[in-house]
Structures are given as C-alpha cells and as structure tokens.
C-alpha cells in the first residue's frame, strides 16, 4: 500500500515541478504553490475518476443495460464533454476562481470577528482520535447539506430552470452526473464548501469526499437495473434509487422527480418522507418541450440556452408557464 | 479522551523521560495531525490529531512546553516538552501561523498569514498587547537581540516591515524583493538575512533602517533559514530548486548545497549535529540529510503537506539559543 501511495505522490510531486511550479515561479504566483500542488492531485483524481466510469461502470452498462441502445445514444455524448471538463479540472478551476475570493472574503471576515469554525471535534472529542470514523461523520453531515441543496434546486423555479438542464437528459448514463449549468456548478460549490468550513472538514477530506462521493453519483446515474439489495439500498444511492428522480412525469406521476433527492445516503430520503421503493421501470427526462429541448444540443448551446432560461426565471415579465 | 489516548500511545511506545527527549514532532499541515519520529529509528511512531491546518510550533524559553499553532482553530496546542502529554489549549489566538517569542521572553508574536495581521502577545500569559493589520501575507518573523523589535516578511507585497515591541508601531517598511519569506537575524546584531522565495536566493538587511547591503545567488525559490549552530553558517532551503544550501555568514558565500527533492521547508539539527531534518512539503516525508557528507541520506513517510518539524531535545534547551530559535526553527511558511 505504502508503494502505491509514493507512486502516487512521486508522479503528483513530478507533474507539479516540470509543469505548475516553474510556470508559478515565473509569473511571481508563490502564494499559490501549495493551492497549485493540491490541483494536480485534484487532476490526477479527475483521471482516476474518469477510469473508473469509462472502464468499470460502462462494464456493467453494456453487459446489463436498462435501457437498450437506440438513436438517443448520440445524446450521450455531450455528457461525455460535461464530465471530461469537470473531472479534468477545467470547470472546477474556473469556479475556483470565481468562488475563492468570496469564500475567502467571508470565512476571514468570520475569523477577524474572533469566530473560528469549530472542528466537531471538539464537541465529539473521540472523534480526534479515530481518522476513518471522522471521515464518515463529516461525510454524513456533507450528503446531509446536499441533499437539501438538492431539494431547493427542485424547490425554487429559478434554481430550478439551471437544474433542469441536469434532469433533462432522455439517456441516462453514468456520464450524467456532470450535466450541469455552470452557474448551477458553482452555486453548489459555494453553498458547500461554506458549509464545510462552517462544520469544519478538513481540506485533505474534502477532496476524499467529493472524490467518492462524485463516484458514487456516477454510479448511481448508470443506464442498468441494479440496487444494493434492500438494506444496502436504504444506505447507499444506486441506480434503481435514482432514477426514479429523474423519472419523466406523468399525470398520475407529476411530482414523481420530487423523491429519492439523496446523492449519497438515502436516510435523509427515509427520514424527511421523500424516499421511494418501488421497482418500477420508468422512462427519464424533463415533461416540459423547452426543457426538453436541451436534449440534441452541444455543451456551449446548452449553456447558452439554459442561462436564457435562467435569466427568464428571474425576470416575472419574461418568465414562461411551462417551466415547472 | 485525547490526553487519554496520548499517555497510551506514550506508554505503548515507551516514549517518556529520555525516550521522549529522542522524538522528533513534525506538523502535517494539510490532515491536522502531527507526527512522533524517533531520531534514532529514523521512524514514525504515531499520528496524533491537533485543530486544523497546523503550521508551525516552537518550545517555550523556559523550555518546558511545546507550543503547536492551530491556524484554522485560533488556538495553540499546548505540550508537555518532556513528557509529551497535552498540557492544556490556549484560545483567541487568531490565526497562529508563524511563532516566535522575543529573546528575553517578554514577547510573543504571531503572524497571520491568512488573515493579514501581526499580533503582539505578552510572552508570560498570552494577553494580547497589540493587534497590526498589514496586507501582504505576513509569514515569517525574526528578533533584534535586545527584544525591542520584530521583523516580519509580507511574502504578497515583498516587504519587510520592523515593528517595536513595546508600542507597537512601525519603524520602517521596505522592499525587499519578489515574495520574502525566511528571515534571521545574524548573531552580530547588525544584518538581517531575507530568503526570496520569488527569486533565487537572499538579500542582506540592515536593521536600522532597512536598507538593503548585499544580495546572494543560492537557489530558485529561497525559502527558509536554519542556523548549524556555529554562529557563522546558515542552511537556507530553495523550495523550487529542490535544494539546501549551506551559507558562510561572514564572507558572504554559500560553501554547500544538497539535493533535497519535493519542496524543502522547515529544518532542525539532531543535537549531536550530525543530521539536518528537513520536511518535504510534497513528497510528505522529511528527509535526514548527513551534515558531514552534505548528502541526504534517509527520508521518512509522516502525514499530508508536513511543514513545521522540531527535535525535542535540542528544543527544550532553546531557551539558551533563543534569539536564532525563535526566528528558524518557529518559523516557516506556506
């Protein structure tokens, strides 16, 4: 195990000095060497990721796909570009720099007031001295923040018009995950890494977290029948869970997309009323012909598009009915 | 609970009184814990939890405790310097990047890197004395040998500024050069040595007035000093280069220079001064390097971005070297 990790650190510490370092040595950035090395990790992760899904999960979607290839298949292709720019870094660095400054802003204007966010630890002493029972709590507590952040994308109308562009796909596969408006990206980011200084999460697990996390939600989005069995359904999201929420509505169904939020662990479904276990095999997408309109785009047209919705959303005199 | 769990990985590892005295504690900045090695297993024994994002920690004047800076936290980690049991926390202490205690032990100053402001702390009790706000990232500090000034690196604007201890204010602030970040007073009294971590190597600062006297060529990325312990040389990690150089103080010129790969940073000397501890930010390990052959020798796994790194039994006699410990050992930075 110890050899596999200084493979890791070894390549990680390479990349960074032929490649970031000199470039942040040149142009007088020293301040962010250490943010720069903790990218190319947050890179090289993003590659194993996408390992993962193109090697592992597709395994089991061509092997036992739920649904069965058809001309939508070409739908699939734009995740494909949502997910390399998202696990490459390429997206998360553009909102990094959006966000920073104002996380940045509002976590030292905290601090200057002589407020330090607590660590749990030191209200869960035990905590401190078991590093993999700390990591699953602020991981628990992570997916507790998610999951109603998830609910207030579906709960808002103009949350809601950036989100729909993520429910919108007719084709779900395990490159859905990544589907989504930037805007929508970098909402999220900013609620949640608030939430994780607030809590306390450690910059080394924050990485963990997304990272496995991410992971399982790509899972969860594969285009196959499967579950966990009946109690490793009720404790971890997989495929059969999820795509009921983004199962296409009916009228007997309109409010079908509104359960099953969890991206990680569905108590919060179970406890907050929202889960649903019912097997049923259902189509996927957005009951809405705009909404639906995503589907067929490339990435900058869906960009494009979804801000037009968005900004319509906002502005009661441009608003449209049809936007659930 | 913790001071529980840290008498029972002290028992298991037999680590008191002079088993003790052989640790070496290095800070893993980026996992919040810090790391027990013994110098003579060349080994890590455990991983110990502390606050948040650790950077620094330095031994007391009198020796007897191990301060360890909680940035995120606000606070310090208090040790027993023999025993290694977790003495107590000290609070409201905003932002504790850099450390270090004034010569004669009057004063305790911390820098806050993060939060831009350099904070002056009466040395016996930790009573804020004065709170001066000074945009640039200030990182490290360094003493006048009469305790009556502290002067602190702004590693974003390329500044050293010289503070009075007493009334707090600004005697002089000048450019130095592309992002300071180590500073040490000479044992002369009369140069400051400034590493620029944006350029390759130092400038010579006269404390008076600030004025810049010479400059030398040691490496990309100069970073951080550490004093060998003869008076005249310094070792200086280039963080960029990958690299320690060995300074000769009086004539000005570096006389030595290892390899030392994955971002060198914070240093201590075994107290025989045989060996030179350096922590590898990147490669999260720290290196023994063999005075002697100026060669790097061994290099130890501890925990993620390790930064700050103190032997203890050189520490707990720091009070007699206090005014070159407490500008190298307490000090380093991101």
């Known amino acids: 195990m110890r050899q596999l990790i200084d493979i890791w650190i070894d390549a990680q510490t390479w990349l960074f000095e032929t490649f970031v370092g000199p470039v942040l040595f040149r142009f007088g950035l020293m301040a962010w060497y250490e943010p720069g090395y903790s990218a190319v990790e947050f890179v090289m992760l993003g590659v194993v990721q996408i390992a993962i899904i193109a090697i592992g999960m597709r395994f089991f979607e061509k092997r036992w796909p739920l649904e069965k290839s058809s001309s939508d298949d070409r739908l699939i292709l734009v995740d494909q570009v949502y997910t390399l720019l998202n696990k490459l870094g390429i997206l998360p660095l553009a909102i990094f720099i959006v966000t920073y400054p104002l996380v940045q802003e509002i976590e030292l204007t905290v601090r200057t007031w002589g407020f330090a966010p607590p660590r749990l630890e030191r209200v869960l002493p035990w905590l401190g001295d078991n590093a993999l029972a700390s990591f699953l709590v602020y991981f628990v507590l992570y997916d507790f923040a998610a999951y109603w952040l998830h609910r207030a994308q579906h709960g808002l109308a103009w949350w809601w018009s950036l989100h729909s562009l993520h429910h919108s796909q007719r084709r779900m596969t395990v490159w859905t995950d990544d589907r989504n408006h930037v805007i929508d990206d970098l909402l999220i980011t900013l609620a949640l890494v608030l939430f994780s200084q607030v809590v306390g999460v450690q910059p080394g697990e924050y990485v963990l977290i997304l990272m496995i996390g991410r992971l399982v939600e790509s899972w969860s989005h594969a285009n196959v029948d499967m579950g966990f069995g009946w109690l490793g359904d009720r404790l971890l999201v997989g495929p059969r869970f999820h795509r009921l929420h983004h199962a296409l509505s009916t009228p007997e169904e309109r409010h079908i997309q509104d359960h099953n939020f969890a991206p990680v662990f569905p108590i919060w479904d179970i406890l907050f009323g929202t889960a649903v276990y019912d097997g049923k095999h259902r189509p996927t997408g957005v009951d809405d012909p705009i909404v639906d309109g995503d589907n067929g785009r490339g990435w900058i047209a869906q960009q494009v598009t979804v801000f037009g919705r968005f900004v319509r959303s906002l502005v009661p005199g441009l608003r449209r009915a049809s936007v659930q | ?334």
């Open chain 2, 1 to 334: 609970m913790k001071k529980m769990a840290f008498a029972a990985v002290a028992l298991a590892l037999g680590m008191s009184g002079p088993a003790w005295a052989d640790a070496v504690l290095v800070l893993n900045s980026d996992e919040a814990s810090f790391s027990i090695l013994t110098r003579s297993g060349r080994t890590e024994l455990a991983r110990l939890p502390v606050g948040r994002e650790p950077h620094h920690l330095l031994v007391t004047p009198d020796g007897k405790e191990v301060l360890v800076g909680s940035t995120v936290t606000n606070e310090l980690l208090v040790l027993d310097a023999k025993t290694g049991e977790r003495r107590r926390v000290v609070r409201d202490i905003i932002d504790p990047y850099h450390l270090g205690f004034s010569p004669n032990g009057k004063w305790f100053v911390t820098a806050a890197y993060r939060l831009d402001h350099v904070d002056i702390y009466r040395g016996e009790d930790f009573k804020l004395a004065g709170r001066i706000f000074i945009d640039g990232l200030p990182s490290h500090m360094a003493f006048d040998a009469e305790s009556k000034t502290v002067f602190v690196t702004l590693q974003q604007t390329g500044r050293l500024v010289a503070f009075d201890l007493q009334t707090q204010a600004i005697k002089w602030n000048v450019k130095v050069g592309e992002a300071p970040a180590g500073v040490v007073m000479l044992p002369d009294n009369k140069r400051l040595l400034v590493a620029l971590t944006g350029a390759d190597g130092l400038v010579v600062v006269d404390p008076k007035d600030g004025s810049t006297t010479g400059t030398l060529q040691t490496g990309k990325g100069a970073h951080n000093f550490f004093p060998k312990g003869d008076g005249r040389h310094y070792f200086l990690g280039n963080r960029v280069e990958g690299t320690v150089s060995l300074i000769d103080t009086q004539d000005m010129k570096v006389v030595g220079s290892i390899r030392v790969p994955g971002g060198p940073d914070c240093m201590d000397i075994t107290p025989d001064g045989k060996e030179l501890w350096v922590t590898q930010r990147f490669l999260r390990r720290i290196a023994v390097v063999d005075i002697e052959q100026m060669k790097m020798v061994a290099s130890i796994p501890v925990g993620k971005s390790p930064h700050g790194v103190l032997m203890l039994k050189s520490g707990a006699t720091g009070s007699a070297v206090a005014p070159v410990r407490a500008a190298s050992t307490a000090g380093d930075q991101k």
